[in-house]
């Protein structure tokens, strides 16, 4: 458990069971466990090949209920007499089934959506059908026909609050009332001059994209207040930065909002919510090595800072308690999803091997052989823990010696070769010792990750983790299974796309960042399993078509009432005719072009027609199959 940090970023969701496998407790309880090697394997027996990202719906239940029971408890402690609400700002996952799930969990507790987009104000304004009453926030730009939507909705009877970004969508907010006829709810941005924190820190402050300066606000009040539309300003909004580290900077961002909250309410206007964006942060590395992908707090913390914060502004200026809203995404989907993948091999620089005696290494006559060479198999042969830097030096010498007479035409390929064999040995040996000390010299820190074995694994990171290459995220990985077993390399994971980027190299650990993951020994013919965990938030939709590596498959998996598990939806990823349709080559055009051409060369006598049938088969098939290799 402890080697993959699995209680720490698991928040125990995640633990490993007597067979040695990952199991996933989707509602926290170790009572109702779903193995997740056995649901891979029950994938394979449905013809579903990994990589497939495995969504726990219950797991998306339970998160959505410890948001609504951390404010509870926080509005019940501070004596907070109003109630919490959340929106789902469904940018973070805005597959259909999430959304409605989420929508659907979050019935019990009156959640709404929030949409930053038309095309996801779109999807929202017709799943909120049934419960009107829920909210709807509109974020990010707005334009005319948005903003026409959003007051149409709101005759529609939908509670939709589209939130002033600019000061010209307050102009289309008072044109198409006034058309309409209707009093919108209006929702306003404020720029805080507080400053968000870590890698989405200009979210927030004065130079963010979003928001409404104090100024922009004040004539605001003026417009609405000269078209008799102070009470149709509900709610307050900010966002200060996704996946904040620091609880200080959302004390400090919550608190000059609710300040504004209150200077407006005395002003006059109609206020009735506060709204304190997105930001709960989801810690990817449990033990805070890396700050940027883990918090200094808990969600019970932040749910009481905020509900504390309000509530004693409000005291002190008199004025009633606001509903809160949060926009808590990752907080909500990042636990919910694993991309589990499947490793293809493996190669490694630790594999030379040699002997104290350079007889065994070259048969032929000694007095040939180049100074380099003999000087490397001296740092070889010397190397002692007191040695261990002025050996590496001495072999890295003696192989760029090597190098250049190579280039230069006076080497041959065969001494290249064994000056290759003993380099690697040099700094194998060199690594083994270091493995012993309690201090390994800085110029040698390097050397473990350098002889790291490379597991080639089928995924592209690109797709599937986005964050990962683009913003060095740190996700928690690990095998699946085998866990009852010591694993006995150290490697990296390469992803199968032809770009030397499609790499992870960097691991949650206790201390600081790992550089190589703890790995099995692949064993011929049997499958080695690995997973990612917390990719529910953002991955998905972030992810693109690099090498045209499509969507992966997703499973939905349930808790079954009678015990057990079973599978509620399977979405089959993209196949590589719809990817290539994607990039505008006509697929039905594709299969005859080709079938004529391997006609062509059975007429013109360059294959067989078993061949050629045999091509076409190939083609045809494969316009239809997955884009990731399939064993
Ligand atoms: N609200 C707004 C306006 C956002 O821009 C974002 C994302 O950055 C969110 C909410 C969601 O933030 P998070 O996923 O950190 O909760």
């Not at 987009?117 to 334009?143: H, Q, W, Y």
Request: with cysteine; proline share 3%.
């Amino acid at each position: 458990l402890e080697l993959y940090q699995v209680p720490h970023w698991g928040k125990h969701y995640f633990s490993i069971n007597a067979a040695g496998h990952v199991v996933v407790r989707p509602d926290g309880s170790p009572d109702r466990e779903i193995d997740l090697y056995e649901v891979v394997e029950g994938l394979r027996q449905r013809d579903l090949t990994t990589p497939v990202v495995v969504r726990f719906s219950d797991i998306l239940r339970h998160r959505l209920s410890r948001l609504q029971k951390a404010f509870a408890q926080a509005i019940a402690e501070n004596d907070y007499k109003n109630r919490y609400t959340a929106v789902f700002p469904i940018k973070v996952n805005q597959q259909r089934l999430v959304v409605e799930e989420v929508y659907r969990y979050g019935k019990e507790f009156g959640f709404g959506l929030e949409a930053g987009s038309k095309p996801e104000l779109l999807a929202v304004m017709a799943l909120t059908e049934d419960a009107p009453e829920r909210m709807i926030v509109c974020n990010g730009f707005k334009d005319d026909s948005y903003i026409e939507a959003v007051i149409l909705a709101t005759k529609l009877g939908r509670t939709i609050i589209p939130v002033i970004e600019n000061f010209e969508e307050l102009a289309l907010v008072l044109k198409h009332a006034q058309k309409y006829q209707v009093r919108p709810r209006i929702g306003v941005r404020v720029k805080l001059a507080s400053e968000g924190a870590g890698r989405w820190r200009d979210s927030a402050g004065e130079k963010s994209k979003f928001g409404l300066f104090v100024t922009e606000i004040l004539d605001l009040v003026k417009v609405l207040k000269a078209n008799n539309m102070l009470d149709c300003l509900e709610l307050v909004h900010c966002h200060p930065g996704s996946q904040l580290q620091d609880i200080r900077k959302v004390k400090d961002a919550i608190n000059e909002l609710a300040h504004v909250y209150a200077e407006l309410k005395l002003m006059g206007a109609g206020l009735k919510y506060i709204d304190v964006g997105g930001g709960l942060g989801v810690d990817y590395d449990g033990s805070g090595t890396n700050f940027e992908s883990s918090m200094n707090y808990t969600m019970n913390e932040y749910a009481s800072d905020v509900v504390y914060r309000i509530g004693s502004v409000c005291n002190a200026r008199g004025i009633d308690h606001p509903v809160i809203v949060s926009e808590s995404g990752r907080a909500t989907a990042a636990h919910h999803s694993v991309l589990v993948f499947n490793a293809l091999g493996s190669s490694c620089l630790d594999k030379f091997r040699i002997s104290d005696r350079i007889e065994d290494e070259y048969s032929g006559d000694k007095d040939e052989l180049p100074q380099p060479v003999l000087d490397l198999f001296e740092a070889y042969r010397t190397i002692s823990e007191r040695r261990l830097v002025e050996c590496y030096h001495d072999a890295l010498q003696a192989r760029e010696q090597a190098l250049q007479m190579f280039n230069l035409g006076l080497l041959s390929l065969e001494f290249r070769g064994l000056t290759e064999r003993l380099y690697w040995a040099t700094c194998a040996k060199i690594r083994d010792y270091c493995r012993k000390l309690e201090r390994v010299p800085e110029e040698l820190e390097g050397l473990e990750l350098i002889l790291s074995d490379t597991y080639f694994c089928n995924f592209s990171v690109f797709q599937s983790l986005p964050d990962s290459w683009a913003i060095d995220q740190l996700f928690p990985i690990m095998p699946i299974h085998r866990l009852d077993e010591k694993p006995t390399r150290n490697g990296v994971l390469a992803d199968i796309t032809c770009d030397s980027d499609g790499k992870i190299d960097r691991f949650v650990s206790q201390r600081e960042v790992k550089r190589t993951l703890e790995l099995h020994e692949l064993k011929p013919g049997e499958e080695y399993y690995l997973a990612a965990f917390l990719v529910g938030a953002y991955q998905e939709t972030l992810g693109d078509l690099h090498n045209l590596f499509g969507d992966t498959h997703v499973v939905h998996i349930r808790l079954h009432d009678e015990g057990g598990w079973w599978i509620e939806e399977i979405v089959k990823g993209d196949t590589a005719g719809e990817v290539l349709s994607y990039m505008q080559y006509d697929v039905e055009r594709l299969f005859p072009q080709f079938a004529r051409d391997c006609e062509r060369a059975v007429r013109e006598g360059r294959m067989t027609l078993a061949e050629s049938q045999a091509l076409r088969r190939f083609y045809e098939w494969e316009l239809n199959g997955y884009t990731y290799l399939e064993g």
